[in-house]
């Protein structure tokens, strides 16, 4: 009996040894994460590495906010852009067969077709007007152009010949979408959803949906669903086949701001809406209900998801951000130019490109340890 007030102490010592070495470690990493932070800032993207690698692995990897930092550093560092090739870009599309990518080039009027995944310029489509955003068929044969002057222009993708003009919005025409060859989609500054027949080029229908501008349309894995994006604030998810095509069925309240763009995941379980206020916004597709609020503190201008639906690419000025769409987490962010992302697309589960004004860029996600481990080899 004698021994046990020598365990007790014993196990005091433990308790507060442990409890201090939690503390020490903890001010560590908050010295770190402010090392980290300002060397980001001065975008010296070694000094990040240094600093944050000094720290064990469990604790970075524990750390979402180390996590974050270490992205920034890793993909600052590694990932470089390709010049001159996305010139003003507003969209970029790669055909179903991968082998080439357009770009639209908004200070000139223009398409230009590369080669992909070279990057070799095959050929200017010239436009009598600057086009938003692009769509190709999904045989690869026609490519639709949304208009600045308030026209749906088809070309032969191939040859670059002009097929047709689809007139009957009174508005900038800011996103096309095919459902199928034979069916597109379109929208307008004048706040209505149109859908043509491809082959003549005649309106199916019209229809007023929402009261602003409507800036960006997507449609879902399936083809069943067509998810608006507007200035009013608001996303809609509208059917897109049947006898009820064009119908609502459901409608979400982002904020007051511009909704830029919003995606449906490939169950079409969740709708995702990004914005200028620097939320991303995760919700239920199918009653709305709120899942997942982030603020980014980004004006954030494009969304896509990846096919296996786990992960969401946001575009904003600042940053690329890719996010767990289960848990709503930031997994990794990328850095841009601090110019305005509009467009930014999954190649695969584990791939993705962007591009601004000026740069195109595309990697692969690296998240959690392979993160860890591709970061201690750049550095």
Not at 178 to 202: H, M, P, Y
Not at 218 to 236: E, H, R, V
Request: with cysteine.
């Amino acid at each position: 009996m004698r021994d046990i007030p020598s365990i007790k102490k014993l196990a005091i010592v433990l308790v507060v040894t442990t409890a201090m070495a939690s503390l020490f470690s903890c001010s560590k990493q908050a010295k770190v994460i402010t090392a980290a932070s300002e060397a980001i800032n001065q975008r010296d993207y070694n000094q990040t590495l240094n600093t944050i690698l000094e720290l064990n692995d469990d604790d970075i990897l524990k750390s979402d906010t180390l996590m974050q930092l270490l992205s920034t550093a890793y993909y600052g560092k590694q990932l470089k852009p390709q010049h001159n090739v996305a010139i003003d870009c507003y969209d970029f599309d790669i055909t179903p067969s991968g082998d080439a990518i357009i770009f639209t080039d908004f200070h000139n009027g223009s398409l230009n077709v590369y080669s992909y995944p070279e990057l070799k310029l095959q050929r200017t489509i010239l436009l009598p007007t600057k086009a938003y955003n692009i769509d190709i068929s999904p045989n690869g044969t026609i490519l639709a152009a949304a208009m600045a002057e308030n026209t749906v222009i088809l070309y032969d993708l191939s040859s670059g010949q002009k097929l047709k003009v689809l007139e009957g919005h009174t508005n900038r025409v800011r996103d096309v979408k095919f459902r199928d060859e034979g069916f597109l989609f379109s929208c307008s500054n004048d706040q209505k959803i149109a859908a043509w027949d491809v082959a003549t080029g005649e309106p199916h229908w019209g229809k007023h949906q929402h009261s602003k501008n409507i800036k960006n349309l997507q449609l879902s894995n399936d083809g069943t669903k067509l998810i608006t994006a507007s200035n009013d604030g608001t996303a809609s998810i509208l059917t897109a086949v049947g006898e009820n095509v064009g119908a609502e069925e459901l409608r979400v309240i982002h904020g007051d701001n511009y909704v830029n763009d919003a995606a449906v995941t490939p169950d079409n379980k969740y709708l995702v809406t990004v914005s200028g206020d620097g939320y991303a916004k995760i919700w239920n597709a199918e009653d709305g209900r709120s899942e997942h609020y982030l603020f980014l503190n980004d004006p954030l201008g494009a969304v896509d998801i990846s096919d296996n639906g786990k992960l969401i690419l946001v575009g904003g000025r600042r940053f690329v951000y890719v996010i767990e769409t289960g848990t709503g987490n930031v997994v990794a962010k990328i850095p841009g130019s601090n110019k305005p992302i509009w467009s930014v697309k999954f190649i695969d589960n584990s791939h993705f490109a962007f591009a601004d004004n000026s740069r195109f860029w595309q990697g692969e996600i690296l998240t959690g340890e392979k993160l860890l481990t591709a970061a201690k080899t750049a550095n």
